[in-house]
């Protein structure tokens, strides 16, 4: 196993989380944000997965399964008008008195996206902790993951009660697992807890993402880039704000409950 809580300064490394610059990159932004409506019309459709247009899975390394069908998507529509420059006639050429703008007139219903299941491209395998296991933690500490129900391919995973769930296209399955399961031991899910949920969000939110900073750190499974990421989230939901020491706490906390649960004996051969 990669470490123990006594291995590893969490300290230090709660510091480095909270100071050294992160980058999410397009981490969230992966995907096209539809709105609430077309998240309706989707679901009409029976679709509860991750949902792009052909050209965006293409650019995520999917290719559309030959024989699918387009889903249903609504599109804005919009047409150009000419728009009279502010310049004075001296100081523009001929050709550039007008520009042309987009006006937007209406909307109107294409098919033009699909579904994650319509797709196909290679898959990730997870690899193997030595001496931790994911189903021994989840198990011990009472937790279910259940399939990813969204359209919005930009939410890595959810959480509720003692389930949680994971995109079958985030970008970093190992750390969202360890985020959703941070909040569910944190106690942010609890049925009690949305309303502190949506006054603190903030500060939940790095409450969680840091279990999982200090979960991956401990197990030998951080590397740069989702370390960048990770601070840059958690910088993200502080807005410069400093957490206070009991939630800082409550994080230890939680960390050395995941890493305990998942502990496993290596097996010895005779």
């Given at each position: ?21 992160g980058d999410l990159g ?84 294409v098919k033009a996206v ?128 400093n957490p206070p020491d ?25």
């Amino acid at each position: 196993m990669a470490g123990t809580p006594n291995d590893l300064d969490w300290s230090k490394l709660m510091e480095e989380a909270l100071t050294v610059p992160g980058d999410l990159g397009r981490t969230y932004r992966r995907f096209h944000s539809y709105s609430v409506a077309n998240q309706m019309l989707f679901h009409m459709q029976g679709m509860h997965e991750p949902v792009a247009s052909y050209s965006r899975w293409k650019a995520l390394g999917r290719q559309v399964v030959r024989g699918s069908k387009a889903k249903e998507v609504i599109v804005p529509v919009k047409v150009n008008v000419n728009v009279p420059s502010e310049e004075t006639p001296e100081q523009e050429p001929v050709a550039k008195k007008r520009e042309r703008v987009a006006r937007l007139v209406g909307f109107k219903v294409v098919k033009a996206v699909f579904g994650l299941s319509d797709t196909e491209g290679p898959e990730i395998p997870e690899a193997p902790i030595p001496g931790w296991d994911l189903q021994t933690a989840l198990g011990k500490l009472g937790i279910t993951e259940v399939p990813f129900q969204h359209t919005n391919g930009n939410i890595q995973g959810h959480s509720n009660g003692m389930e949680f769930a994971v995109s079958p296209v985030a970008k970093n399955r190992t750390k969202t697992v360890f985020h959703e399961v941070g909040h569910i031991v944190l106690g942010h899910t609890a049925e009690d807890q949305i309303q502190e949920y949506q006054m603190h969000r903030g500060l939940l939110e790095f409450q969680a993402e840091s279990t999982a900073y200090l979960v991956m750190n401990e197990l030998g499974v951080m590397d740069d880039e989702t370390a960048s990421i990770s601070r840059g989230y958690i910088a993200h939901w502080l807005h410069g704000e400093n957490p206070p020491d009991t939630a800082i706490r409550q994080v230890f906390s939680a960390a050395e409950r995941i890493l305990a649960a998942g502990r496993v004996e290596p097996e010895v051969s005779e």
